[in-house]
């Protein structure tokens, strides 16, 4: 069995930072790839941040130059550094881990910016 667990979201106003990160837990020897997507209201869910087994990376279009995906393999977590929000960040933000050849996705964690 897998466990995802995320935290790190919250209420932040327009020009400021969070830390989301996600620990990958269980059955995980053949985790591969991770990586952060988001929904906002009204919206698919679309792709933020992609990490590949190699630490090759990649982001949307919108969030390049902002947002950085690293992860710490020792602990089986992924972390996604937010800066420079602005509203249009605001959704709800999952993780997504593959191992082998299945995909699994965390809770979500709400990210709220706002003034």
């Known amino acids: 069995q897998v466990h995802i667990v995320e935290s790190g979201g919250g209420l932040v106003q327009p020009g400021g930072s969070l830390r989301l990160s996600c620990a990958a837990s269980?059955?995980?020897?053949?985790?591969?790839?991770m990586g952060w997507y988001r929904q906002a209201p009204g919206k698919q869910r679309e792709l933020v941040a992609y990490?590949?087994?190699?630490?090759?990376?990649i982001y949307e279009d919108s969030v390049k130059g902002r947002f950085a995906i690293s992860k710490d393999n020792a602990k089986n977590t992924m972390y996604l550094q937010m800066n420079s929000l602005k509203p249009e960040d605001t959704a709800v933000y999952y993780c997504?881990?593959?191992?082998?050849?299945?995909?699994?996705w965390g809770q979500g964690t709400q990210v709220t910016v706002s003034s």
């Open positions: 997504m881990v593959i191992i082998g050849l299945d995909q699994y």
């Open positions: 990490i590949a087994p190699s630490g090759n990376t």
């Open positions: 269980g059955s995980i020897s053949n985790l591969r790839a």
